[in-house]
């Protein structure tokens, strides 16, 4: 998320009533998770694990819960709670506008583009040209859609992030900042959910189509050309390439990589990264032609135990 306007290291921490390591003029011009950090962006971190992380990324503002060494031409925010505080400046520069209409009036509709009854539009919304929103379809803040988009009855485009820190009293959720962007001639079934990036964009790439049912986490990317089946299950910080199936009731884990071309057969569990131009099946899911041969082993398990139980 980028602000309107540059801000300072000073700026920044008079709102957050914190101290800091840097010059006061030293220039913010953004806020970011890690995965999508640039040079201006601040970085939150809260636990020693990600120190290193943090401090290397490309991020040149850090929001950390402990003074350490400042890395050369970075500086940080010293803070008790840098989660809360990511919230804080989230609240600040991105606050949350209650709607004024069904179709707010700073939202942009395209040439010959259809929005059928009971369709809720939000604020600063881009609509491009020859799309067709169908009824019930609700569609966040911020939100751009591309030319030739179809969206069904019942999607719900910009929820917020399912993001929670385990708190002993509670679980906190960090605010979304970010939006959903939809490129040129997508088709997204009835039934779907997108959610917003936490501070930057989910994105579904040009020529890709949504089954019904399918839900799409925070901040992933889904490249151009993709079909992705009914009740495909995405979670957010995911990666995938352009020209890739995914069959129904697959489930993918944060921050994984599918890659160019892949298969996913239904049904199929991935927790890891899957390379590209290979098909792949199973719980956790893997290429064909190793998880045949797992099943084979498997089956001569009873005939390998009859044998040992006759010695």
């Known amino acids: 998320m ?52 943090a401090l290397a990324s490309p991020a040149t503002i850090i929001l950390i819960n402990k003074r350490v060494e400042c890395p050369q031409g970075k500086a940080l925010l010293i803070s008790d709670d840098p989660f809360r505080d990511f919230n804080k400046l989230t609240n600040h520069f991105n606050p949350f506008r209650p709607a004024r209409a069904v179709i707010a009036d700073s939202a942009t509709l395209g040439k010959h583009t259809v929005v059928q009854p009971n369709v809720f539009i939000g604020n600063n919304v881009t609509i491009g040209d020859d799309c067709t929103i169908h009824s019930n379809v609700c569609i966040y803040d911020n939100t751009v859609i591309g030319n030739g988009v179809t969206i069904h009855a019942g999607t719900v485009l910009g929820g917020d992030a399912f993001y929670y820190k385990n708190r002993p009293e509670k679980f906190d959720k960090l605010i979304s900042g970010g939006n959903v962007v939809i490129h040129d001639n997508v088709d997204i ?84 990264s899957l390379p590209g131009f290979k098909s792949y099946f199973g719980t956790p899911a893997d290429e064909f032609r190793k998880k045949y041969k797992e099943l084979a082993s498997i089956r001569l398990i009873p005939d390998i135990i009859d044998k040992i139980d006759k010695l």
Not at 7 to 32: E, K, R, W
């Open 2 to 53: 980028k602000f309107q306007t540059p801000q300072t290291l000073l700026s920044i921490a008079t709102i957050l009533h914190c101290d800091y390591v840097g010059n006061d003029d030293f220039p913010v011009l953004g806020m970011n998770e890690i995965h999508v950090v640039r040079p201006g962006d601040i970085v939150f971190v809260d636990h020693p694990k990600y120190y290193d992380k």
């Open 189 to 272: 079934g009835a039934l779907c959910s997108i959610d917003k990036g936490v501070s930057a964009s989910t994105t579904i790439g040009e020529g890709t189509k949504l089954d019904n049912q399918v839900h799409v986490g925070h901040d992933t990317i889904i490249g151009k050309r993709c079909l992705i089946a009914s009740q495909v299950g995405i979670a957010g910080c995911v990666l995938i390439e352009d020209y890739v199936t995914i069959w129904g009731q697959v489930g993918i884990t944060s921050g994984v990589t599918i890659g160019e071309k892949a298969i996913i057969s239904a049904q199929s569990g991935v927790s890891k």
